[in-house]
């Protein structure tokens, strides 16, 4: 079993910064690889950034590339996403979630385990 928290999330004005953390408790941390995914209200859950069980490979969404910012530190059990020059297209829950085969994908279904999301909100 895991655990996931998401923290960080708030209402922040467009072109701000915002730092969402996830906390991970239950198995080894660097033992999976972690998301992060986002869902506006109507529309489906949607891919945003996926980090490597050692942190040493990244990949993201194209509508985030260059302004988003993925991280883990396995020491303290958590993964980030640093959000820069935000725009209200961004609003949304964002999740966290754990991937216990290592995969670092893109897709929805091959995540194990999510948090309970954390808002963001983004005021034009």
């Known amino acids: 079993q895991v655990q996931l928290v998401e923290s960080g999330g708030g209402l922040v004005q467009a072109g701000g910064s915002l730092r969402l953390s996830c906390a991970a408790s239950?198995?080894?941390?660097?033992?999976?690889?972690m998301g992060w995914f986002r869902q506006a209200p109507g529309k489906e859950r949607e891919f945003v950034a996926t980090i490597s069980w050692s942190g040493g490979s990244t990949y993201y969404a194209d509508s985030v590339k260059g302004r988003f910012t993925i991280s883990r530190d396995n020491a303290k059990n958590t993964v980030y996403l640093q959000m820069n020059s935000l725009k209200p297209e961004d609003t949304a829950v964002y999740y966290c979630?754990?991937?216990?085969?290592?995969?670092?994908?893109?897709?929805?279904?091959?995540?194990?385990?999510w948090g309970q999301g954390t808002q963001v909100t983004v005021s034009s």
């Open positions: 239950g198995r080894t941390f660097s033992s999976y690889a």
């Open positions: 979630a754990a991937d216990l085969r290592k995969r670092a994908s893109t897709l929805v279904v091959e995540y194990d385990y």
